[in-house]
C-alpha cells in the first residue's frame, strides 16, 4: 500500500533527526533512540495536533533541537516520550522497563512541570517547580525549552487569547532564560516568535525594512569582510569571518532606544571573526582597532571576565570609512560553541571522547546555585506571589554586569544595580551597615548605576541602620527583600490599603493599650475610575510626589507604579494599553492607630 502524504512527511522529519544524531553519538545509543520514537509513535497514535498533523511530528520537532544541542541519547529519548505519561495510555512502570530510571524520570521532570498560567500565583508556583527541577538536571529544562519552541512554531493555530498568552510567557520567562543558560539559538528564536505574535505590524514592519535594505547591507559587509583579509592574511591566522545576523527582536530594541528612528537602520551591522586561540583574539582585536576606529566605552572583555553562563567573547563597536557603526565579535571555536549552545556545548567539550556519557549537569553557576538558595527559603504563597516572580524577572532573567569587589573577585548583579544592590549581595550585613560606597577608587552616590568592569568598595559603620528611601534606590528584589525585613523587625507599621475617595485602614489586632499617631499619605485620584482598591507596588515602592500610574493585576487588583519603573518599562504595547492615569492628591493627615 502507498504511503501517505503524511507519513512520508514523518519518515522524512524522523531522518533529518536521524543525520542530526548520528554526528555524535554511537550506535548502540541510536539504537535506542528508535525504539523510542517508535514508542511514542504507537503511543500518540491518532492524536492530532491542532494544526491537523499527526501529534508524534511535535516529540519529533523537540528531539532535532535537543540534538542540535548535541544532549545526550537518554535526553533525546525523553524529548520523544516527554507528553506519553501526561497525553497517552502509558504509566511511569512502562517507560521504566522499556528504557531505564534515567529516562524516566527526566520525562516525570517534565510532566510534573505543567502548564504555567501568566500573572497568577499559580505561575509563580509553576516557576518555582522549574527552577528546582533545573538546578536538580538541567536537561529538564532543555526539554522544556525545546518543548516551548516548537510550540512557538505552531501558536497561529492556538485562539487569539492562548497565543497572547502564550507569547508573553515567552517573552518574559523562557527566551530570558535561554538567554541565562547561554542558548543563544533558541533565545533569539523564542525572542523573534513572541514578538512576532504580541506586536505584528511592528515585526512585519521591520522585517519588511530589513528586506529593503538587504541589498545594500550585504555589499557593505562584503566590503569590510575584504578589507579585514587583506589586513590579516599576512599575519599567517587561521581564522573565519562571517557577517553576524541580526534577529528582529534585538533590531526592534535597537530601534526603540534611537527614538524609531528607521533611517538609522544601518547601525546594525555586525561581524563575526572566529579563531582557534585566545592570544589569537587579542592579536586579531588590536589589527581591527588599527584598521577601524573604535568608540569610546563599547569594548568588553568576556574572555578574561567570562558572564556566568559561561559566555566567552571580545566585543568591540569600530566606525568605519564611511562613519557607519559596526560590531564585532573575535572568540575561538569553543567559545562559539557555547555562545549558541551554552551550558550543553560545554559539558560536551568536557567529554568531548565520550559523548554519550555527559554526566548530569549540576546546580555548578551562581545562577543556578542563587535559584537553589532562594527557592529552598521562599516558598510561594498569596503573599510573596507578586514578589517572587518580580524577582525571578528583575534579577534573575535579566542581563547582568560583572563587576569585581577589592580583592578581585567577580560579582554579577543585574543592570541599573547600586553600590547598595552589590552590599547586599555580599552580605546582610554589609548591606545593613553600609554608609558609603567607592567605585574605582572614587567616592560615589549610592544610587550609582554600576557598569561591567567597575571595582566596588563598600564603606560601613557598625552603628549604621538601613535608610527607609533605600527601597526606592536599590534594583534586586534580594535587597529589598532585606531592607523590609529589617524594618518589619525593628520598625512593624500598619498596612494601609486606599482607593480613589476614602482611605481605608487595616484594623489593628486589639491592643492593652493604644497611642495615636499621625500619618500624611496622600490620597491617589485614578482618571475615570471608583472604589477601586490598589496597592504600592513593592518592585518600585512609589512615594508622595512621584509620577505614578495603575497597573490592573489579576490576583491583586490595581498595583501603583513610579512611570520609570522597571516593570513598567518592559511592559508590551498591549499591556501599556491598560495602564491607568494616576496622580497624588494632598489630604488632611490621617490618623492611625498604631499595634502595641
Given amino acids: 500500500m502507498p504511503q501517505s502524504t503524511s507519513e512520508l512527511e514523518l519518515q522524512h522529519l524522523w531522518e533529518q533527526c536521524l543525520n542530526r544524531i548520528r554526528g555524535y553519538l554511537d550506535a548502540a545509543a541510536i539504537e535506542t533512540i528508535n525504539?523510542?520514537?517508535?514508542f511514542a509513535t504507537h503511543a500518540h497514535a491518532g492524536q492530532m495536533r491542532k494544526s491537523g498533523r499527526p501529534y508524534i511530528v511535535h516529540p519529533v520537532h523537540v528531539t532535532i533541537t535537543l540534538a542540535e544541542l548535541r544532549q545526550d541519547y537518554q535526553t533525546l529519548c525523553a524529548g520523544l516520550l516527554h507528553d506519553t505519561l501526561e497525553d497517552c495510555a502509558v504509566t511511569q512502570a512502562d517507560l521504566r522497563q522499556?528504557?531505564?530510571?534515567?529516562?524516566?524520570?527526566?520525562?516525570?521532570?517534565?510532566?510534573?512541570?505543567?502548564r504555567m498560567y501568566f500573572g497568577t500565583r499559580a505561575q509563580a508556583e509553576n516557576l518555582r517547580k522549574l527552577f528546582l527541577a533545573m538546578a536538580k538536571d538541567s536537561r529538564v529544562v532543555f526539554i522544556k525549552l525545546a518543548d516551548r519552541l516548537h510550540n512557538m512554531q505552531t501558536v497561529q493555530f492556538l485562539s487569539e487569547s492562548a497565543q497572547k498568552?502564550?507569547?508573553?510567557?515567552?517573552?518574559?520567562?523562557?527566551?530570558?532564560?535561554?538567554?541565562?543558560?547561554?542558548?543563544?539559538?533558541?533565545?533569539?528564536?523564542?525572542?523573534d516568535l513572541a514578538f512576532a505574535t504580541l506586536e505584528p505590524a511592528m515585526f512585519n514592519q521591520i522585517q519588511r525594512l530589513v528586506v529593503d535594505t538587504r541589498d545594500s547591507r550585504e555589499a557593505h559587509i562584503k566590503l569590510l569582510i575584504d578589507k579585514i583579509k587583506q589586513r590579516l592574511e599576512p599575519l599567517g591566522v587561521s581564522y573565519r569571518i562571517t557577517g553576524r545576523p541580526k534577529h528582529m527582536y534585538s533590531i526592534y530594541q535597537k530601534l526603540?532606544?534611537?527614538?524609531?528612528?528607521?533611517?538609522?537602520?544601518?547601525?546594525?551591522?555586525?561581524?563575526?571573526?572566529?579563531?582557534?586561540?585566545i592570544p589569537e583574539c587579542y592579536t586579531i582585536l588590536g589589527h581591527a582597532h588599527e584598521l577601524f576606529k573604535p568608540i569610546p566605552g563599547r569594548f568588553k572583555d568576556y574572555i578574561a571576565v567570562p558572564k556566568p553562563n559561561l559566555y566567552q567573547?571580545?566585543?568591540?563597536?569600530?566606525?568605519?570609512?564611511?562613519?557607519?557603526p559596526i560590531e564585532i565579535q573575535i572568540r575561538t571555536e569553543r567559545?562559539?560553541?557555547?555562545?549558541?549552545?551554552?551550558?550543553?556545548?560545554?559539558?560536551?567539550?568536557?567529554?568531548?571522547?565520550?559523548?554519550?556519557?555527559?554526566?548530569?549537569?549540576?546546580?555548578?553557576?551562581?545562577?543556578?546555585?542563587?535559584?537553589?538558595?532562594?527557592?529552598?527559603?521562599?516558598?510561594?504563597?498569596?503573599?510573596?506571589?507578586?514578589?517572587?516572580?518580580?524577582?525571578?524577572?528583575?534579577?534573575?532573567?535579566?542581563?547582568?554586569v560583572m563587576v569585581f569587589t577589592p580583592t578581585g573577585d567577580v560579582i554579577a548583579l543585574p543592570q541599573q544595580s547600586t553600590p547598595l544592590d552589590f552590599a547586599y549581595k555580599i552580605h546582610t550585613d554589609v548591606g545593613h551597615t553600609c554608609i558609603g560606597a567607592k567605585v574605582n577608587d572614587c567616592i560615589v552616590p549610592l544610587r550609582y548605576e554600576l557598569q561591567h568592569g567597575d571595582r566596588v568598595e563598600i564603606m560601613t559603620q557598625s552603628n549604621s541602620k538601613p535608610k527607609k528611601d533605600w527601597l526606592s534606590i536599590v534594583q534586586t528584589e534580594q535587597a529589598r527583600y532585606r531592607i523590609r525585613q529589617w524594618f518589619r523587625r525593628h520598625e512593624p507599621e500598619p498596612t494601609v490599603v486606599a482607593d480613589d475617595t476614602e482611605p481605608v485602614v487595616a484594623k489593628p489586632r486589639e491592643p492593652h493599650t493604644s497611642e495615636r499617631s499621625v500619618s500624611e499619605t496622600p490620597r491617589i485620584l485614578l482618571s475615570g475610575h471608583r472604589s477601586i482598591e490598589f496597592r504600592l507596588a513593592q518592585c518600585c515602592v512609589p512615594k508622595p510626589g512621584d509620577p505614578i500610574v495603575?497597573?490592573?493585576?489579576?490576583?491583586?487588583?490595581?498595583?501603583?507604579?513610579?512611570?520609570?519603573?522597571?516593570?513598567?518599562?518592559?511592559?508590551?504595547?498591549?499591556?501599556?494599553?491598560?495602564?491607568?492615569?494616576?496622580?497624588?492628591?494632598?489630604?488632611?493627615?490621617?490618623?492611625?492607630?498604631?499595634n502595641p
Avoid at 165 to 191: C, N, V, Y
Avoid at 313 to 324: A, C, E, K, M, N
Fill in 335 to 400: 567559545m562559539h560553541q557555547i555562545a549558541e549552545y551554552g551550558l550543553a556545548a560545554h559539558w560536551h567539550y568536557k567529554l568531548k571522547d565520550s559523548p554519550e556519557k555527559i554526566p548530569q549537569p549540576q546546580a555548578s553557576t551562581p545562577f543556578l546555585q542563587e535559584l537553589v538558595d532562594y527557592n529552598e527559603h521562599t516558598p510561594v504563597n498569596q503573599d510573596n506571589a507578586d514578589q517572587f516572580l518580580d524577582h525571578i524577572k528583575l534579577d534573575l532573567l535579566v542581563d547582568e
Fill in 98 to 114: 522499556q528504557f531505564g530510571d534515567e529516562v524516566t524520570v527526566l520525562v516525570e521532570g517534565v510532566t510534573n512541570l505543567g
Fill in 313 to 324: 567573547s571580545l566585543h568591540t563597536s569600530v566606525v568605519d570609512h564611511r562613519g557607519v
Fill in 165 to 191: 498568552r502564550m507569547a508573553l510567557e515567552t517573552q518574559d520567562i523562557f527566551a530570558p532564560l535561554a538567554h541565562r543558560l547561554g542558548l543563544w539559538s533558541i533565545k533569539w528564536q523564542l525572542h
Fill in 256 to 277: 526603540k532606544r534611537r527614538d524609531m528612528d528607521y533611517t538609522r537602520l544601518h547601525d546594525v551591522l555586525g561581524l563575526r571573526i572566529i579563531v582557534n586561540t
Fill in 550 to 594: 495603575g497597573y490592573p493585576t489579576i490576583a491583586h487588583g490595581l498595583a501603583i507604579h513610579r512611570r520609570n519603573c522597571r516593570m513598567i518599562q518592559q511592559l508590551s504595547e498591549d499591556q501599556h494599553a491598560r495602564l491607568l492615569s494616576a496622580k497624588w492628591e494632598s489630604d488632611q493627615p490621617w490618623i492611625y492607630l498604631n
Fill in 35 to 38: 525504539r523510542a520514537y517508535a
